[in-house]
């Protein structure tokens, strides 16, 4: 068997696989997050070797420790946590919704020429706030003493594989903005950021063996597989392995993706180097089931009702625009100053519209990252794999799929990102000969989410009127008010 490991932005997901990718167990621990300040969005890393803990116990019990050949592992990624020579971490982590380094973010951008871009990423992929350059520039302007203490500045999965096997690594996907199309930290960048890249860990290929850690309290001691971001482990957890194909995975944001084999690139889409003969492009949006989070604690329900809630209203009705930029917004547009809103309000609009318009305008914001992917990758895919915790809705599963135009297959265990871990150690023990063996080995679709015809109409006017709305909107972004003491 197999143990796969999702370092999500709200819980570590954890599963237990058959080595055909047959689900046995599966356990989440959620964890807070805590929003200190305006634009600050930060985690406790101990939450997630606490969560993982519990998950691993709570997977072996009543089993044979002995029967687990390995661990895979992702992990949400530009988390980043600055820890001291002992691998403590000298403050929480600072998240991938975290905007406090938006002002370093830009300065560090305007050095970069659009021809430099190019030539190391084969695209001109902007610096945004969540940056772990950024992040280091804030860190040492703002608390110059946690810098001069920072030996190392690791991602989740970094941090955890540290703690599991004695030694931090990377991989050059989930370092995508660090690291060129040759998978070797960029050095013209990287040294940009004075003493950033002493901080920064060993690369590794996502299915090396990382190390061998301890499974809880059996002694039993197994390879862990150096493992990627969420979004690369999603991608194998969905059933991609060859060009052509689609991903969309619902999360705490929407990621979606296709895998060409030609580098074309588009304005605010992350092109990855080429691995294992795919060139990815990936559009993560900012909020996706974050808006639900968001929008069920200000309604006083739980996230799980909303869809419930939004069966209620009609969708033959005219619509209430809302936009899901609670904290910025990163695909296509990468603008951290950017705000939501609800848009066509009336007398009678009450809880069931307000649910349904957060679900359609989390799809609009995965349409308008759709439209950019399509240029990028330089081909519109016939469907989309699908998966993640927002896709166990089936009301949003087919308002994406309506919206987005596409066919959404969705798989029979939609904690994808877990498989792909799995599917990573799988190749990394030698149980599969390639990715490319390993995903439609390992991967079964459940159901397949047709889009209607009907609803076309609805989704062409509302999509029209979300990309105007962000235009007339976008000055309310940037107003600041100093409050005098």
Not at 426 to 442: D, L, R, W, Y
């Amino acid at each position: 068997m197999l143990i796969g490991l999702d370092i999500g932005s709200t819980s570590v997901k954890a599963a237990l696989f058959a080595m055909d990718g047959s689900v046995i167990d599966h356990r989440s621990h959620s964890y807070p997050t805590s929003r200190p300040g305006p634009g600050m969005v930060e985690q406790d890393p101990q939450h997630w070797l606490d969560g993982i803990h519990d998950a691993i116990a709570n997977l072996l019990s009543g089993r044979d420790p002995a029967d687990i050949r390995a661990v895979g592992i992702c992990s949400q990624v530009n988390t980043d946590v600055f820890v001291d020579n002992s691998g403590k971490p000298l403050m929480p982590a600072i998240t991938w919704q975290d905007i406090r380094a938006g002002t370093e973010a830009a300065k560090l951008d305007a050095t970069i020429t659009p021809a430099e871009k190019r030539e190391w990423w084969g695209a001109e992929l902007p610096i945004g706030a969540s940056h772990v350059l950024a992040k280091m520039m804030w860190l040492a302007k703002h608390r110059p003493d946690l810098w001069a203490r920072t030996r190392q500045v690791l991602s989740a999965r970094d941090f955890c594989l540290l703690q599991f096997t004695g030694q931090a690594a990377s991989d050059p996907i989930s370092a995508f903005g660090q690291v060129g199309l040759d998978h070797q930290y960029i050095d013209a960048l990287v040294d940009r950021v004075p003493g950033a890249k002493a901080k920064l860990p060993p690369l590794k290929h996502f299915t090396d063996i990382a190390g061998d850690m301890t499974l809880g309290s059996s002694g039993r001691r197994v390879p862990v597989i150096t493992g990627t971001m969420d979004a690369w482990g999603n991608l194998f957890g969905c059933g991609v392995f060859r060009p052509g194909q689609g991903m969309y995975v619902s999360g705490t944001s929407e990621i979606l993706a296709l895998a060409g084999s030609e580098r074309i690139g588009a304005p605010g889409i992350v092109t990855f180097a080429t691995i294992e003969g795919l060139v990815v492009n990936a559009g993560p949006t900012q909020s996706g089931a974050d808006s639900l989070r968001w929008w069920a604690a200000t309604a006083g329900v739980e996230p799980g009702d909303i869809p419930a809630l939004a069966e209620k209203a009609s969708r033959a009705d005219r619509p209430i625009l809302f936009l899901p930029h609670l904290e910025g917004e990163r695909a296509p547009l990468w603008d951290s100053e950017i705000r939501g809103a609800f848009i066509g309000l009336d007398s009678r609009t009450s809880a069931p519209q307000f649910a349904l318009a957060v679900l359609e305008g989390v799809a609009l914001a995965a349409r308008h990252s759709m439209g950019s992917l399509v240029e990028a990758a330089g081909f519109r895919p016939d469907y989309m794999l699908y998966g993640g915790g927002g896709a166990r809705s089936d009301l949003w599963s087919q308002i994406r799929a309506d919206c987005l135009g596409i066919p959404l297959h969705r798989f029979s265990f939609t904690d994808v990102g877990c498989l792909g871990a799995a599917i990573l150690a799988a190749v990394g023990i030698g149980a599969f000969q390639s990715i490319a063996e390993a995903v439609p080995a390992m991967t079964r679709v459940e159901r397949v989410f047709e889009p209607d015809p009907r609803q076309k109409a609805r989704y062409e006017a509302m999509f029209q009127a979300y990309l105007r709305a962000i235009d007339a909107l976008r000055p309310i972004g940037i107003i600041h008010t100093d409050v005098q003491s």
